[in-house]
């Protein structure tokens, strides 16, 4: 173990003491999924307020929907989710750097070629927002009766604004 | 907007209305990372006490580490963490279906062919975590120096037990 694990571990042990929703279902309650960044700033439970049990979060670098896709079809496919936001938010990494910076870091730092991936950076927030709504919207895989809204996380003030209504 | 959406606005207004923290940098403060499920009942904050800009959180179907290399990358090389909890969990909806009965599905439901679509189920818990441990520490783009552990979150209690040590 380490100090993280230890430290984690510890935290957890608190959180069981007094973990009362060990009798909930395995399909989301309230049928919804939110597809967010792994970015440390955001907490989607606390941010949206989201019960435990309630709602699927998909989270990767840059709230991707493409990356994500796989992820959305297990949701609404077999555990039945309708409705889906998706919540980008200000000062991204993914608007940082570029596909061609990552690749030439990785191959610097790791002598590894990694040109076969494909990263998924972007320019514009509330354009990326705007494309993986249609991305969604446009797959074969996601039926036309699964609503999806798009949004921006503010990460200086805890807000989220909608970019593409529901 | 939908029922839900002005639901989770009205939330997010409540907690925007005494947020404090928006002077967060963007790498995580304590340099680590997360990977665990989508499921709707696991709520990472909480359940091991991350603090708000501490660590990045990966989660999509299964906590697969193939399908989160991408954000895991980006993660350690370009933002700085150096260990990775690796976490999956009791009751996975992963264990519950095989590939071809998604892909089945999916062509029932919506009449498209998703074979092109791995599904990344497992029908083994345990044995699960360690391929999935296994993967990171061997991938070419997780230098040797990233710790990298692996758990299981258990739903009907609310503990993570360790698998994988660090």
Same mark, same amino acid.
């Given at each position: 173990?380490?100090?993280? /694990? !230890?430290?984690?571990?510890?935290?957890?042990?608190?959180?069981?003491?007094?973990?009362?929703?060990?009798?909930?279902?395995?399909?989301?309650?309230?049928?919804?999924?939110? &597809? /967010?960044?792994?970015?440390?700033?955001?907490?989607?439970?606390?941010?949206?307020?989201? !019960?435990?049990?309630?709602?699927?979060?998909?989270?990767?670098? *840059?709230?991707?929907a493409?990356? *994500?896709l796989? @992820?959305v079809i297990?949701?609404?496919?077999?555990? *039945?989710?309708?409705?889906?936001?998706?919540?980008?938010?200000? *000062?991204?990494?993914?608007?940082?750097?570029?596909?061609?910076?990552?690749?030439?870091? #990785?191959?610097?730092?790791?002598?590894? !070629? @990694?040109?076969?991936? !494909?990263?998924?950076?972007?320019?514009? &927030?509330?354009?990326? #927002?705007?494309?993986?709504?249609?991305f969604l919207k446009d797959s074969k895989f996601v039926p036309? @009766?699964?609503?999806?809204?798009?949004?921006?996380?503010?990460?200086?003030?805890?807000?989220?604004?909608?970019?593409?209504?529901?």
């Amino acid at each position: 173990m380490t100090v993280l /694990t !230890d430290t984690l571990s510890a935290n957890n042990a608190a959180y069981a003491s007094s973990f009362t929703k060990g009798h909930l279902a395995l399909p989301p309650a309230k049928k919804y999924l939110v &597809l /967010t960044c792994m970015d440390a700033r955001i907490d989607p439970a606390a941010a949206l307020g989201i !019960d435990l049990g309630d709602a699927h979060v998909i989270r990767n670098a *840059g709230a991707s929907a493409v990356d *994500g896709l796989r @992820s959305v079809i297990i949701s609404e496919q077999l555990l *039945g989710t309708n409705e889906i936001l998706l919540i980008k938010h200000t *000062g991204c990494g993914m608007l940082t750097f570029t596909n061609d910076d990552a690749h030439a870091l #990785v191959q610097k730092n790791l002598e590894a !070629d @990694s040109t076969g991936i !494909d990263f998924l950076t972007f320019s514009n &927030l509330n354009q990326a #927002v705007e494309n993986d709504v249609k991305f969604l919207k446009d797959s074969k895989f996601v039926p036309e @009766s699964v609503n999806i809204s798009g949004w921006i996380y503010e990460v200086e003030t805890g807000k989220i604004v909608n970019v593409v209504p529901a």
